[in-house]
T-cell receptor
Framework: KQEVTQIPAALSVPEGENLVLNCSFT??????LQWFRQDPGKGLTSLLL?????REQTSGRLNASLDKSSGRSTLYIAASQPGDSATYLC??????????????FGKGTKLTVNP | DTGVSQDPRHKITKRGQNVTFRCDPI?????LYWYRQTLGQGPEFLTY????????KSRLLSDRFSAERPKGSFSTLEIQRTEQGDSAMYLC???????????FGPGTRLTVL
């Protein structure tokens, strides 16, 4: 059974700091990995999707890396802003060839960026 | 089409009542997923459809839960004889087949009194 763990559970940083969020998964046979952002009481917004054959993806101030063999991914946020405050969720998909099955999520990291 | 929509956004019901939620996916997406999220937890998979076919159901989806996607477009999730433990955020997502990534709706917050 796939299990996804996110560390730390919560993180508070001053504005402008660079930070790293960690995600680990127990079964390395994944199809892809997604990072999401969730604001309180809201749905999920997809940030980055990394296919199993890729090592990293970048979007603006965000960079996500994937080390499938060790079962780890990191989300790097550069020059953090108060607007980045949210819960960040990591999710992996175990898909068959060309397939797309359910996402298995971690519990998330709650990020607070202080002005 | 501005994204995945869900209705209602909030639902308060008494224990034992039936409730139904609706999800409208992004129009060209053939896959539709339902997840449930409780406070402090990540979303948990409930079921998914490819077009109108329900391809996978979680063991979390007890006999009181049923989901349909009759024409391969919108989907409904019904919970019969609600229990307090059903209180959660119910999230719908859609995607194209092939692992292109899910787009989530805003969720329906269910409170069972």
């Amino acid at each position: 059974k796939q299990e996804v763990t996110q560390i730390p559970a919560a993180l508070s940083v001053p504005e402008g700091e660079n930070l790293v969020l960690n995600c680990s998964f127990t079964d390395s046979a994944i199809y892809n990995l997604q990072w999401f952002r969730q604001d309180p009481g809201k749905g999920l917004t997809s940030l980055l999707l990394i296919q199993s054959s890729q090592r990293e993806q970048t979007s603006g101030r965000l960079n996500a890396s994937l080390d499938k063999s060790s079962g780890r991914s990191t989300l790097y946020i550069a020059a953090s802003q108060p607007g980045d405050s949210a819960t960040y969720l990591c999710a992996v998909r175990k898909g068959t060839q060309g397939g797309s099955e359910k996402l298995v999520f971690g519990k998330g990291t709650k990020l607070t960026v202080n002005p | 089409d501005t994204g995945v929509s869900q209705d209602p956004r909030h639902k308060i019901t008494k224990r034992g009542q039936n409730v139904t939620f609706r999800c409208d996916p992004i129009s060209e997406h053939n896959r539709l997923y339902w997840y449930r999220q409780t406070l402090g937890q990540g979303p948990e998979f409930l079921t998914y459809f490819q077009n109108e076919a329900q391809l996978e159901k979680s063991r979390l989806l007890s006999d009181r839960f049923s989901a349909e996607r009759p024409k391969g477009s919108f989907s409904t999730l019904e919970i019969q004889r609600t229990e307090q433990g059903d209180s959660a955020m119910y999230l719908c997502a859609s995607s194209l087949a092939g692992g292109a990534g899910e787009f989530f709706g805003p969720g329906t917050r269910l409170t069972v009194l």
